[in-house]
């Protein structure tokens, strides 16, 4: 799939780290480094701007080395960009952990994956089939 891409950053443009990669990794495009004090977030540019084709979406995830060695996530995850968002890339990054962390230009901030969906069409009806889960939710199942 070719999706064309505006890159106002001085980096490269993401790409998939290994043959088998679901996510590409987003850069931070800064003028300067960022302090995110302990859960503090900030919202963080890439420079990039995207044009997907209808019934496409961009998933915007955390990065999972970040995630579990300095306790930084994103405030919305996943954050969904539309088919017709046509503004800057922005990650919204909160630091969790007790210890401040510095963003810099050029840090690999979050991944995105390029995900394919579906319209729903609602039809209303007065009751649902059965099932034999019901209307258990919310560790309904057990613990194990």
């Known amino acids: 799939m070719k999706i064309r891409i505006v890159n106002q950053s001085e980096h490269a443009l993401p790409n ?6 679901a996510g590409m990794d987003l850069r931070a495009n800064l003028d300067e480094p960022v302090l995110l004090k302990s859960l503090e977030r900030a919202l963080i540019p890439t420079g990039l701007f995207i044009e997907l084709p209808e019934g496409y979406e961009a998933q915007i995830r955390p990065r999972s080395g970040l ?3 300095k306790g930084i996530s994103l405030v919305n995850s996943p954050g969904t960009i539309d088919a017709d968002y046509r503004g800057e890339i922005k ?5 969790l952990s007790k210890d401040e962390f510095i963003v ?3 840090e690999r901030i979050a991944q995105m994956i390029i995900s ?3 319209k729903a069409q609602w ?3 007065e009751t649902l089939n059965e099932t ?3 209307e258990g939710g919310f560790g309904h199942s057990g613990t194990s």
């Open 16 to 21: 998939y780290e290994t043959a088998l990669s």
């Open 67 to 69: 995630a579990i060695k």
């Open 91 to 95: 990650i919204i990054m909160i630091n």
């Open 104 to 106: 810099h230009n050029g």
């Open 116 to 118: 394919q969906h579906e």
């Open 123 to 125: 039809i209303e009806v």
């Open 132 to 134: 034999l889960r019901g």
